[in-house]
């Protein structure tokens, strides 16, 4: 049998074909515009996805027996607003999780709602990309438009929507939208209330492995497919993503070091940390997780060496920062290109640089920037240690994880083992197992990625480095506090 994993991201769908043992057989990508009608703005048309997974799954399988693929699930972008109307058409572009509009909605929810209350009825609070603020706007300002909605979908549910005719959703990304009561699996009827929505309007819930439905008899002829393969409800990107990392089961972490960056940490009870800066979600494998999200990552390597230097070659402008500098960087940064979500949930904040000096090197700084995205996950860990999570080894994944030295700074910063894996093939794989799963290849989540997922390589924490970056990190904490009030 195969199994097929949809990621649907934000600027293409990557479509992943599993065997039955775990080995990739195919990758097909299929690239779709992203729409800004005005600044801070984000837009997507669904049907462009449709359009995407229509036109590569045939690709994907041509070179197989069809009719072996025994299931389909997902990993998508979380917190979009798909908006259908009685008759199940797209009543206007899909809002993206990066898009800026709802200020006003997200003061609202966190400042006259309030914190407290937001986190008793959904164990988080409001960010400017989550769902419901969505809502609140396209109320406001698209009347029309809102009373016209039938059915409120999330990006990757409607593609499973055009496969099945089922409206559902999982629980992992039903938990990015500020609706759910995370912790009982339901739909917070005080949240549906503040957004004038009712439940009818919201999809049936389902945990990640479970089947929703077999694909429609049209849509298995588009696909090259055939009626008897079932459709599982799928993920939200990071909760995917970890399934293809076997971050699953009770304290298991990944850090993830991609355009953004996330530490993501299972655990099998409810938590929700006392401050609200880390999500507080359900997980794919059944269970929860806290995840830390911070807005910019790689993107701040790519920055400083892409446009500030000048240079496409990472490799040599990290050769000088040998080991015995580690933690004795006098230089530091903070790396806020685009605001922060995790933990100061401040879209003002901006980058910066600090403590350089006549003799500070080019290297010193390239450093600093490495270290301060390592620093920004050091925020979130320390919050979920507050909690009572014990961490001692992560999986790194992303384009990140490819930097040797970048490695050795995460290990050291966070005071973990650091786990490197045979193949990162993110939400795509991560679906795939999924779909395994819900078609009874494996009795769990938590078997299935134990089986499926290689450790290939462990960066250990040297006491010494770890020490260094410690008193090092005690400054870079008082950084944000000491400017906020510039921003």
């Not at 462990?458 to 090092?472: E, N």
Request: aromatic residues 8%.
């Amino acid at each position: 049998m195969y199994f097929i994993g949809v990621d649907l991201g934000t600027s293409a769908v990557k479509l992943l074909l599993m065997a039955e043992d775990g080995k990739i057989v195919n990758i097909e990508s299929r690239e779709y515009d992203l729409s800004f009608p005005q600044p801070g703005w984000s837009e997507q048309k669904p049907e462009d996805w449709w359009a995407a997974v229509t036109d590569g799954i045939p690709a994907l399988v041509k070179d197989i027996d069809a009719s072996q693929v025994a299931g389909i699930s997902f990993g998508g972008q979380m917190h979009g607003l798909v908006a259908l109307d009685e008759n199940d058409q797209v009543i206007r572009p899909a809002i993206l999780w990066n898009d800026g509009r709802t200020g006003e909605e997200t003061d609202y929810l966190n400042n006259t709602v309030g914190k407290d209350k937001l986190s008793e009825y959904t164990a988080n609070i409001a960010f400017a990309g989550f769902t419901a603020p969505k809502l609140l706007w396209m109320k406001k300002h698209e009347p029309e438009n809102f009373n016209r909605i039938k059915k409120i979908m999330l990006p990757k549910d409607y593609i499973a929507y055009k496969m099945t005719g089922v409206h559902s959703t999982d629980y992992s990304d039903a938990s990015g939208m500020l609706l759910l009561d995370v912790e009982h699996k339901c739909w917070s009827k005080e949240m549906l209330e503040i957004c004038d929505i009712s439940e009818e309007q919201m999809p049936k819930l389902y945990e990640s492995y479970e089947v929703t439905g077999n694909l429609k008899a049209d849509v298995a002829e588009t696909l090259g497919l055939t009626t008897g393969c079932k459709v599982a409800a799928g993920a939200g990107d990071n909760a995917a993503g970890a399934i293809g990392t076997a971050t699953v089961g009770e304290g298991r972490c990944t850090v993830s070091l991609g355009t953004s960056g996330t530490l993501f940490i299972t655990n099998k009870e409810f938590k929700v940390d006392p401050y609200n800066a880390l999500h507080s979600f359900d997980h794919a494998d059944g269970g929860y997780h806290l995840m830390g999200c911070i807005l910019s990552a790689v993107s701040c390597n790519k920055w400083w060496m892409d446009d500030i230097i000048g240079t496409k070659d990472y490799g040599a402008e990290q050769k000088p920062i040998s080991e015995d500098k580690l933690g004795n960087n006098n230089v530091y940064y903070l790396p806020y290109l685009m605001g922060e979500r995790s933990p100061h949930n401040n879209a003002d904040a901006r980058a910066m640089f600090f403590g350089m000096s006549m003799d500070t090197t080019r290297a010193d700084m390239t450093q600093a920037v490495l270290e301060g995205v390592a620093f920004a996950m050091r925020d979130c860990l320390t919050i979920a240690r507050k909690t009572g999570i014990e961490v001692k080894e992560a999986k790194l994944t992303g384009g990140g994880a490819k930097s040797p030295l970048w490695r050795q700074i995460c290990a050291n910063v966070l005071n973990v083992d650091i786990q490197i894996i045979e193949s990162e093939e993110g939400p795509g794989y991560g679906g795939a197992i999924l779909a395994a799963v819900a078609c009874g290849v494996y009795p769990s989540v938590e078997a299935a990625a134990e089986k499926l997922v290689k450790v290939v390589d462990v960066i250990h924490p040297d006491p010494a480095i770890v020490a260094r970056y410690d008193k090092a990190y005690e400054k870079f904490v008082k950084l944000y506090p000491a400017v906020k009030e510039l921003y």
